[in-house]
């Protein structure tokens, strides 16, 4: 393996801290591993390689807990470090957070949508169809600024097709 791919995934390391989003560094591991070229019958031997690197602290302590061996398909993998680093307790959090949000005070109509695309993405799999994403966040919105979305929709945002 060549010293720059080494580095290239060190550069991102994972710690495993609270506020750490391990979607978004499996996310950006696989962004980095697709720059490499790496031939497809290649990958599952390159991803278990190369994984471990991109971990430090509480999350490289997980990892090397495993006995040798114990973790052979780079799926196993992805699939433990997700249920460990992100177990049920953080995903019912993280779906209350999405059911429960709304626009801060002085927050601007963009900055409330980049926020909330931020919750949900941070939570790939909390399963709110897109007419219930939508709902949510109309809900979450101050009343001036559903008045005015309201109005810009010609009636109500609430009728307007998703697509």
Known sequence: MQSAYLTLISNTQFMG???EDPHTHISTFYELMATMGIEERDKESA???LFPFSLIGKAKDWL???PNQSLRRWSEV??????KIFPLSRLIKAKSNISNFCQGAN???CATWDRFKTILRRCPNHGFEEIAQLNIFHNGLRPETKMILDAAAGGTMMVV???
Not at 78 to 83: A, G, N, P, R, T
């Open 17 to 19: 801290l609270d506020y």
């Open 47 to 49: 991803y278990l390689k």
């Open 64 to 66: 090397n807990s495993h």
């Open 78 to 83: 992805e699939e433990k470090f997700l249920q």
């Open 107 to 109: 927050e601007a109509f």
């Open 161 to 163: 097709d998703v697509e």
